[in-house]
Structures are given as C-alpha cells and as structure tokens.
C-alpha cells in the first residue's frame, strides 16, 4: 500500500505548477475585486491645496484673539469663496473670507471660522451675498479647521502598492487618482466540469435514479470567492467520447485550471480519468485527511487539472485545502483563512487521518465551544449550509476528546 502524502507535502507539489499570472488594463469600475498589477503613485498633492473643513470664515487667527460670545471681532468679508473656485485676493489684517467646505484658503488665511461661531447665518442651497462684516465668537489658533495641502498624500508617494486588493475605497482612491485604467494581475479562468450519468441540471426535473448537479454551482462560488472567473461547462456523462470532447471544450476556453468532480475514483464508469491519461497526465495521491478520497492532480494540455470527489462536502473541503491555495497563488494573494481556536463539546473519535469536521460554535467565557452539526456524512451539503466553521482533527488522533483545544476554519463571521 502506498504510503499517505501529508496535506503540506500535496499543497507544496501542487504548487510547483502555478505561477503568477501576467499583468492586463482595465476600465477602472471592472478593476473592482481583482488585485492591483503595479505600484500606482500620486502625481499631485492631496488635497491640492490647503482648503477649509467647515462653512464658514477664512480669517488670519491672531485677528480672533480674545474673541468669544460677549466679545467678537469684527472683520470685514472682502471675498466669498465657493468650492470650486479659486480666491482672487490675499487676505490682509481686519480681513475675513466666506468659505465653503473644501474650497481653498486665500493667501494670507491661516485659519476658519465656522459658521455657528459668527452672527452670520445661511442656509446650505442659498446663495446670499456675504455682508460687509461678520462677528467673530470664537478664538481660533493657527490651522483651526483647515485641511493641509498633502494631507492625504503628497506628489511621488505610492499611494496604492501592488498586489493590492481593489475594494470600494481603493475604486475611489484610483478615481480620485485620474486612474481610468487600471493595472490587475489578469484573473485565473477556471472551467468547472461536473460528471457522471446520475447529474442533472438545475433546470431539469427530478427523474428516478437522478440527483442534481450541486458541485458544479458550490465550485463556482468558491472560485469566484477566491478571484478566479468560473466556467461551468455542460454535465459530461459517463462515455469516453463526452468526457473526451468536453475537456477538448475546456481546453479551447485557454483556462488556467480545469476542475473537474467525480468521475476519478475506480468505479467502473470513471471516465474523466481515462480521457485525462489520454490527454495529459495525472496522479493519484493518497492524502492523509477526510472527507477526500485519493486526490487526482494532474495536467491536461499543459493545463493543471485537480479531480476533486464527488460527494459535495469532500469537494469543498479539497477545493479549500488544495485548489484554494493555488488559485491565490496565481493572484500573489496570501493564503490566509480566518481560524480561531475552539473545544469539543463531546469526545470525538476519529480516524487517525487529519479530518474535517462540520461544527457550531457557541461563546462559553472566554472560550468557543464546538458541536458537530449533526451528521458528518460526506453527501450532506446541509451540514456545510449550517457550519461555523471546520474543526480540523490532527492526523495520529483517534479520540478527540471533549475540553480539548483545535483549531477551526470559519466560514461565517461568527463575532
Ligand atoms: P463519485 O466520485 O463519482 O463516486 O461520486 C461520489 C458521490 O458524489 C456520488 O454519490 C455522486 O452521486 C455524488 N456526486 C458526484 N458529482 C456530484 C455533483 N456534481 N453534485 C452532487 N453530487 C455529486
Ligand atoms: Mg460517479
């Protein structure tokens, strides 16, 4: 018998097949999602220049001194300065600006005063002239209220580094930036193939001897999740010729990974291997954890390949443990899942190979506590519907026992 291949050794043989993929350019709203291909720097300070933070007035704060409510300066207002435009005119000793938020400091201005602060009041979507003078209530010190220029970053400063995840505020940053195409690291295509005679597709009725296909639609989400762009392709029945014709399908879509479940095993209809071995090459790995049967990983047209199993809770949890790490791999994205520690609840046996196990989890103090979900079988998509999270059992442990700490992979914000 051969001998088991640990999960790390697997993962590091996987990984010698996958390599950064290149950089491309897209419109910026279609970089949403995807991961930054270069370092973007400013070409300009921001703000541009020093503007106000509030509505009010622009004055120079050695003019405010000892004012307060009982007591105000009176400046006179020799500018009104809207957002948008620039002031024409310094401000000299005595003088005060109106202002509006975000718009710039005259020459001369140190300082804002707002609104609430002076006898002045407008009404936002009103525009009054500015009287001739204003009371000032308030003592400002120099820079009250006022945005530097380059407070958010100054001209050469990389503002956005590479490999960078493209979220909403890095899509504003890029606009704010004059950023209209964007540099991404192009995004792995994944054509995900589902097999054997019992499948039918959504749209189809149930018919006797029949399930319907759920491997094909989880593995599309999980591609997406992991920025790769999911191709499903047709059910390929149980014949060589199907099988064969659509990996021919698959590979004239260019993919960098064609995923395939089922069909890998010895059963006698497992064609995809067959028409694999034609096509390319695979292994068979024996790998030491459960729920997964021998994992088959290969090429097909120079394509890697990954034969995941059929059962669809052993399809996630080989898609996670194998496929993920790769696809991230592909992005230069880091492989890092959100995992707490958590204790059993009850004595868990186990079967000596690293497992996978379905759990809640409750708060008990200062610890998390977790239950199986019910049944652990490797058919019961329901069981990954209602997990927290994953409780990995260590290979070598047979009785997992209750109080005892492992670690647990989430798979719901569970805070
Ligand atoms: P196999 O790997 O072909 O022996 O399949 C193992 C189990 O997974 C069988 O019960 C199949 O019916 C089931 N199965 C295979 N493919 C899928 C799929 N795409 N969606 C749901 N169940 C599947
Ligand atoms: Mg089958």
Redesign the pocket.
């Known amino acids: 018998m051969p001998e088991l291949l640990s999960v790390e050794s697997a993962v590091t043989r996987i990984l010698e097949s996958f390599r950064p993929l290149p950089v491309e350019h897209v419109e910026l709203v279609e970089s949403l999602g995807r991961v930054l291909g270069a370092d973007v720097r400013a070409s300009f300070d921001a703000p541009p220049f020093a503007n106000s933070s509030m509505d009010g007035f622009a004055v120079i704060a050695q003019d405010t001194q000892g004012a307060e409510q009982q007591q105000p300066a009176r400046l006179r207002v020799v500018a009104d300065i809207p957002a948008g435009t620039m002031p024409t005119r310094a401000l000299l000793a005595g003088e005060a600006a109106r202002i509006m938020t975000g718009a710039p400091l005259p020459e001369g201005a140190n300082a804002v005063v707002p609104v609430e602060q002076t006898d002045q009041n407008w009404r936002s979507g009103e525009n009054h002239p500015p009287s001739a003078y204003v009371s000032i209530y308030q003592t400002v010190n120099p820079g009250a209220y006022v945005r530097p220029r380059g407070e958010d970053f100054f001209t050469g400063d990389t503002v956005l580094p590479a490999l960078t995840p493209i979220r909403p505020q890095e899509l504003g940053l890029l606009a704010a930036l004059g950023s209209q195409r964007v540099p991404v690291i192009r995004q792995p295509r994944v054509v995900i193939l ?3 005679d ?2 039918l597709d959504v749209e189809q009725p149930l018919a006797p001897g029949k ?1 319907r ?4 639609y989880t593995l599309y989400g999980l591609v997406k999740t992991y920025g790769g762009l999911p191709i499903r392709l047709p059910i390929i029945r149980d014949t060589l010729a199907d099988a064969r014709a659509r990996f021919q399908a698959a590979l004239a879509l260019q993919p960098d990974i064609i995923l395939s ?3 890998v ?1 010895v ?1 006698a209809f497992d064609v995809v291997r067959a028409v694999v071995e034609e096509l390319g090459a695979i292994n068979f790995w024996r790998v030491n954890l459960r729920p997964g049967k021998p994992l088959a990983f290969g090429h097909v047209g120079g394509v890697p390949f990954f034969g995941l ?4 809770v052993s399809a996630m949890v080989t898609f996670d443990v194998f496929v993920r790490p790769a696809l991230l791999r592909l992005t230069e994205q880091p492989d890092a899942v959100p995992t707490i520690t958590a204790v059993l609840e009850e004595d868990t046996p186990s079967d000596g190979r690293r497992s996978y196990l379905r759990v809640k989890l409750r708060r008990d103090g200062a610890k998390w506590v977790a239950t199986m979900t019910g049944t652990q079988s490797s ?1 019961a998509l329901t069981s990954m519907v209602k997990a927290d999270g994953i409780i990995i059992i260590p290979e070598g442990v047979t009785l997992a026992r209750a109080g005892e700490p492992f670690a647990v992979r989430l798979l719901r914000d569970i805070h």
């Open positions: 589902s097999t054997g019992e499948l399930i296909d759920a491997n094909g479940s089922a069909g095993s059963g199993p059929g059962n669809p058919g």
